[in-house]
């Protein structure tokens, strides 16, 4: 499994971005799939994650404001980012968890939110 995020860039407090992960492998449409990110100095932390069946889970800054989406026949995941705040400015990663629970990262994409 290879996972490539885009999407990340500068963007304005109260902008939007929309982050994609492309996904290369088999079973994406059996993964977990998440975003997670990291801030300077700050330990990596769950956004968002979207199963197989479709169920959703957010971390508390990111409900009502970010959206976790997946097109399995593109074998891609997204995260639409809107009212952005300067506290969002991370390296956003994207996560892709197997059945049998192996966990797989892409290499980060910079999220930088200005004031």
């Known amino acids: 499994v290879q996972l490539v995020e885009s999407g990340g860039g500068l963007v304005q407090t109260g902008g939007s971005l929309r982050l994609s992960c492309a996904f290369s492998?088999?079973?994406?449409?059996?993964?977990?799939m998440g975003w997670y990110r990291q801030a300077p100095g700050k330990q990596r932390e769950l956004v968002a994650r979207l199963s197989s069946a479709g169920s959703t889970d957010y971390a508390d800054f990111a409900k009502g404001r970010f959206t976790i989406s997946r097109d399995n026949p593109k074998k891609t995941l997204y995260l639409q980012m809107d009212s952005l705040k300067p506290e969002d400015t991370a390296v956003y990663f994207c996560?892709?968890?197997?059945?049998?629970?192996?966990?797989?990262w892409g290499q980060g994409t910079q999220v930088t939110v200005s004031s």
């Open positions: 492998g088999t079973f994406f449409m059996l993964s977990v």
């Open positions: 996560s892709s968890r197997q059945v049998g629970g192996t966990e797989y």
